[in-house]
């Protein structure tokens, strides 16, 4: 027997953008949206009957609409306004929303910032996705895209060697990554933008202020410190992919390196996964 397992469908890289033309100076807001509904959508699969199904162009419009009433605040409390929204077909018995934004920030002009004119910020990218069924409702948010690097304070040692081992052991190493940080809320209720900014201060002061071992073991300290640190957090998860930097040889040059000058790589490149959460029970 053949059967159709689970499935769902929606509309992605709904690029919105909208802004707050405030008396006191204007405020862009720039995000990427993507909605997904799971339910009762079978018929349209098996019998091409789509009675049941919401048009994709119908949750590109709401976005947009939307956006007007509801993108003054957070992106959680935008997500969620629109995963509430589409629980309301019946037919529909999750919906998921993932809004990525953009920051932009005004250019100072004279030592102010300008009213009217902005520059895009390249200091991560802030991601929220919203999980709402009838029953619940799940909050998780984060940054990616956030570029970091320790110029010391950074090692990999220890490590196993065999015949196709070359890479030499250090004490001291430069250690350059680029950030995701996705963690879940434990209430769908608060202060999503105090709390976002607080954990992505601690993020930044752990990983300037801790000796590393390995990428591994810092990803567990930081997350470890943000779980410590805010009680609305249930866990974190991390990827830190190692972009290598090489010290450059000068000798041929006459020329001695000592911890100067490097050459850049990011393919290939290591890539360290890991979830961090609460025991249970804790």
């Known amino acids: 027997m053949i059967e159709l397992g689970r499935n769902r469908y929606g509309k992605a890289q709904i690029h919105v953008v909208r802004v707050a033309r405030d008396p006191g100076g204007h405020r862009v ?41 509801h993108l003054d605040g957070s992106i959680e409390a935008y997500g969620r306004a629109l995963a509430e929204h589409f629980l309301e077909f019946e037919q529909v018995d999750r919906a998921t929303v993932n809004v990525r934004e953009h920051r932009w920030q005004p250019i100072a002009v004279g030592g102010r910032p ?9 200091a991560g990218t802030r991601i929220a996705t919203v ?21 010391t304070r950074s090692a990999f040692k220890g490590f196993p060697r065999d015949r ?10 430069l250690m350059a990554t ?38 591994q073991t810092s990803i567990w300290i930081m997350a470890r410190a943000i ?8 866990e974190v998860r991390m990827v830190l992919p190692n972009l290598h930097h090489w010290l450059v040889d000068l000798a041929p040059f006459g020329m001695t390196n000592d911890g100067e000058v490097y050459i850049s790589t990011t393919e290939p490149h290591g890539l360290i996964e890991a979830t961090v959460r609460r025991s249970e029970g804790a």
Not at 47 to 58: I, Q, R, W
Not at 131 to 151: F, W, Y
Request: proline share 2%.
């Open 164 to 173: 196709y081992t070359t890479l030499a052991e250090t004490d001291d190493r």
């Open 114 to 122: 300008a009213r009217d004119a902005f520059v895009r910020g390249g």
């Open 29 to 69: 807001r720039d995000a990427i949206v993507a909605i997904a509904l799971e339910g009762d959508f079978a018929a349209a699969h098996t019998d091409g009957d789509n009675t049941l199904v919401v048009a994709t162009d119908t949750m590109k419009n709401t976005a947009f609409a939307f956006a007007r009433d």
């Open 131 to 151: 999980a709402a069924t009838r029953s619940a409702t799940t909050v998780e948010a984060g940054i990616e895209d956030l570029v970091a690097m320790k110029t």
């Open 227 to 234: 779980l410590e640190g805010h009680e609305a957090l249930d």
């Open 178 to 215: 680029k950030i995701t940080a996705i963690w879940r809320y434990g209430s769908p209720d608060l202060d999503f933008d105090s709390t976002f900014e607080a954990v992505r201060r601690t993020l930044l002061e752990v990983f300037a202020d801790h000796d590393s071992p390995s990428v």
